[in-house]
């Protein structure tokens, strides 16, 4: 498809996989039409649940991203039910990501 984007998305145990994403569309739902399984909760930027890292390229929220304090905004940190990309990109994903930035009260 024209316009389309590549977005490699990378786990921290060394799997990968690309997906492609048009412009409207966010790296979620990308990711789902290719039945990669990630996680989200509210799907507007307000849970963190989506979170992603980005490694390469450039996107942008759909909408401000709630969720995200600006020093996760500034380490690159994105939320995938919101994000488009730009560029093609890189982007770090799965539970160690989320982990990073949202502690787990369960521990």
């Given at each position: 498809?024209?316009?389309?984007?590549?977005?490699e998305?990378?786990?921290?145990?060394?799997?990968?996989?690309?997906?492609?994403?048009?412009?409207?569309?966010?790296?979620?739902?990308?990711?789902?039409?290719?039945?990669?399984?990630l996680?989200?909760?509210?799907?507007?930027?307000?849970?963190?649940?989506c979170?992603?890292?980005?490694?390469?390229?450039?996107?942008?929220?759909?909408?401000?991203?709630?969720?995200?304090?600006?020093?996760?905004?500034?380490?690159?940190?994105?939320?995938?039910?919101?994000?488009?990309?730009?560029?093609?990109?890189?982007?770090?994903?799965?539970?160690?990501?989320?982990?990073?930035?949202?502690?787990?009260?369960?521990?």
């Amino acid at each position: 498809m024209s316009g389309t984007h590549r977005v490699e998305l990378v786990w921290r145990d060394g799997r990968a996989e690309a997906v492609a994403v048009s412009p409207d569309e966010t790296v979620l739902d990308a990711a789902e039409a290719a039945e990669l399984g990630l996680p989200f909760g509210c799907l507007t930027g307000a849970c963190a649940t989506c979170i992603g890292r980005l490694l390469d390229g450039a996107l942008e929220h759909r909408r401000p991203p709630r969720a995200l304090k600006e020093r996760y905004l500034a380490d690159e940190y994105v939320l995938l039910c919101i994000a488009q990309p730009r560029t093609d990109c890189r982007i770090e994903v799965g539970s160690a990501v989320h982990s990073d930035i949202v502690s787990n009260p369960w521990k």
